[in-house]
């Protein structure tokens, strides 16, 4: 199954684990529903939970900062939970379980019919096994999704960066943008951030669209953030 990324579905990934992809996407949730679309939030597999409404959760993340999905339910945003914080192919082996990608692809082609734009948030990063023979990034080609690559803001963020960028490049896939996140207590300097930025694009040929810094209200971003990941 695959379908045109003029579709408008998103793909947000990253570097690592923990590296901000659900900061990207609720403010490309803010962003979305600001310009009067009617967007919608995908988590397909969710680690690290029992279910989609505990606190760890993305999905109840997103639920709770987006005044638009208030009242409904982050369960719906969710196709897989388990509770171990590993990837999805291991937590799912872990309760005896495995994970169907034709009811994954299925759930996704529903929504992204129904709804514009899908933004849909990986698990981890690009080479986290989903099934004993897919990785994450068998599943970004598969679909034809339109790829943004999160990535830390502060040292060894161009190694990092750039593998991941060359590994998409490899598959014909040409992310929509690179974003840097810099959430840490202890903010990078911006003369590496420029240098960081500077060196991935020009390495890479790839837009890095800037640096979102610490976001005190994530129910009211700066409108700063929203531009930056608007696309």
Same mark, same amino acid.
């Given at each position: 199954?695959?379908?045109? *990324?003029?579709?408008?579905?998103?793909?947000?990934? &990253?570097?690592?684990?923990? +590296? &901000?992809? *659900?900061?990207?996407?609720?403010?490309?949730?803010?962003?979305?529903?600001?310009?009067?679309?009617?967007?919608?939030? /995908?988590?397909?597999?969710?680690?690290?939970?029992?279910?989609?409404?505990?606190?760890?959760?993305?999905?109840?993340?997103?639920?709770?900062? =987006?005044?638009?999905?208030?009242?409904?339910?982050? $369960?719906?945003?969710?196709?897989?939970?388990?509770?171990?914080?590993?990837?999805?192919?291991?937590?799912?082996? !872990?309760?005896?379980?495995?994970?169907? =990608?034709?009811?994954?692809?299925?759930?996704?082609?529903?929504?992204? *019919?129904?709804?514009?734009?899908?933004?849909?948030? &990986?698990?981890?990063?690009?080479?986290?096994?989903?099934?004993?023979?897919?990785?994450?990034?068998? /599943? +970004?080609?598969?679909?034809? *999704? $339109?790829?943004? /690559?999160?990535?830390?803001?502060?040292?060894?963020?161009?190694?990092?960066?750039?593998?991941?960028?060359?590994?998409?490049?490899?598959?014909?896939?040409?992310?929509?943008?690179? +974003?840097?996140?810099?959430?840490?207590?202890?903010?990078?300097?911006?003369?590496?951030?420029?240098?960081?930025?500077?060196?991935?694009?020009? !390495?890479?040929?790839?837009?890095?669209?800037?640096?979102?810094?610490?976001?005190?209200?994530?129910?009211?971003?700066?409108?700063?953030?929203?531009? /930056?990941?608007?696309?």
């Amino acid at each position: 199954m695959s379908w045109s *990324t003029s579709n408008r579905v998103i793909f947000v990934t &990253g570097t690592d684990t923990g +590296i &901000g992809k *659900t900061v990207v996407s609720v403010l490309l949730m803010h962003c979305f529903f600001h310009k009067g679309y009617h967007p919608f939030y /995908l988590k397909p597999f969710q680690t690290g939970c029992q279910t989609a409404y505990e606190n760890k959760s993305d999905a109840a993340f997103i639920y709770r900062h =987006i005044k638009q999905l208030k009242g409904l339910d982050p $369960a719906e945003s969710v196709i897989y939970c388990f509770s171990q914080p590993k990837a999805p192919f291991f937590a799912a082996r !872990f309760e005896k379980k495995q994970i169907d =990608i034709a009811l994954v692809e299925k759930k996704i082609y529903q929504k992204a *019919t129904d709804y514009h734009p899908l933004v849909i948030e &990986g698990a981890g990063g690009l080479h986290v096994p989903v099934t004993d023979h897919l990785l994450m990034i068998d /599943l +970004i080609e598969k679909l034809n *999704t $339109a790829p943004i /690559l999160v990535a830390r803001a502060g040292l060894g963020t161009i190694n990092h960066t750039l593998l991941s960028l060359e590994a998409l490049s490899k598959r014909g896939l040409k992310p929509l943008c690179v +974003i840097l996140v810099d959430a840490e207590n202890q903010q990078t300097s911006f003369d590496m951030i420029r240098e960081n930025m500077q060196a991935v694009k020009a !390495f890479s040929k790839i837009e890095v669209r800037g640096v979102i810094g610490k976001i005190d209200n994530f129910s009211d971003p700066p409108s700063r953030y929203i531009q /930056l990941v608007d696309c």
